[in-house]
């Protein structure tokens, strides 16, 4: 499956952005999401996913509350929506995609996601 991410941007803090990640290829709708960042001189984290079949969300303790991911099966595209923006928040975000046949659960780990888009730069100024 091929990503592509898009909606980061400059945004004042408390405010608001959407991300889309758009996917080619077909059973999207199986596939386990997840969406990672990685801020100026740190390591890649954990965001938030949601899996396949029954589009359980999960997310990290430092975005819950503020995140929500979703997806639309019928247009092969997951979100992120991003409220309550904090300076920390700014960071390369990028999308990736567990295939079905690696197994369905929650993963937290850029390791257990095989394919993964470009990214795109989320700019939180304080």
């Known amino acids: 499956v091929q990503l592509q991410a898009s909606g980061g941007g400059p945004v004042q803090a408390g405010g608001s952005l959407r991300l889309s990640c758009a996917a080619s290829?077909?059973?999207?709708?199986?596939?386990?999401m997840g969406w990672f960042r990685q801020g100026p001189g740190k390591e890649r984290e954990f965001v938030a996913g949601i899996r396949g079949f029954g589009n359980s969300p999960y997310y990290a303790d430092s975005v819950k509350g503020r995140f929500t991911i979703s997806r639309d099966n019928a247009k092969n595209t997951v979100y992120l929506q991003m409220n309550s923006l904090k300076h920390e928040d700014t960071a390369v975000y990028y999308c990736?995609?567990?295939?079905?046949?690696?197994?369905?659960?929650?993963?937290?780990?850029?390791?257990?996601?095989?394919?993964w888009g470009q990214g795109t730069l989320v700019t939180v100024s304080s």
């Open positions: 990736a995609a567990r295939s079905l046949a690696q197994g369905d659960g929650t993963y937290y780990s850029a390791a257990d996601f095989g394919s």
């Open positions: 290829g077909y059973l999207f709708g199986t596939y386990v």
